[in-house]
């Protein structure tokens, strides 16, 4: 089992920053990617960033919609990732949920990982509010 918690979430002005974190924890010796989604109110949950490694190897991988602004980051000796924020726009307000994946990892360009089907292990979600 992993379990994953956010935090970092809150209330701030359009155009500030904002970092959120991501702490895993169990067997974490099996995760081999992490990825954010996020949910509005009366909307779907939508894939924001996701990062993926290996012994050699890291990925990123970013929704349209926040590349450029936004990035993904590890520390592996933390068993943390990260959502740095940037330039947050009112559209960007909603539930941040981070998620785990485990098991084989996939080689097809990031394209798994950008669905919530990618995941097996999801935090509870931290707020972030952006005023305009």
């Known amino acids: 089992q992993v379990q994953v918690v956010e935090s970092g979430g809150g209330l701030v002005q359009a155009g500030d920053s904002l970092r959120l974190s991501c702490a895993a924890s169990?067997?974490?010796?099996?995760?081999?990617?992490m990825g954010w989604f996020r949910q509005a109110p009366g909307k779907e949950r939508e894939f924001v960033a996701a990062?993926?490694?290996?012994?050699?190897?890291?990925?990123?991988y970013y929704a349209d919609a926040v590349q450029g602004r936004f990035t993904i980051s590890r520390n592996n000796a933390e068993n943390t990732v990260y959502l740095q924020m940037n330039s947050l726009k009112p559209e960007d307000a909603a539930v941040y949920y981070c998620a785990a994946s485990t098991g084989p990892r996939r080689y097809d360009g990031g394209r798994y990982y950008r669905y919530e089907a990618g995941y097996h292990y999801w935090g509870q979600g931290t707020q972030v509010t952006v005023s305009s």
């Open positions: 990062i993926v490694w290996s012994a050699i190897t890291i990925s990123t």
């Open positions: 169990g067997r974490t010796f099996s995760t081999y990617a």
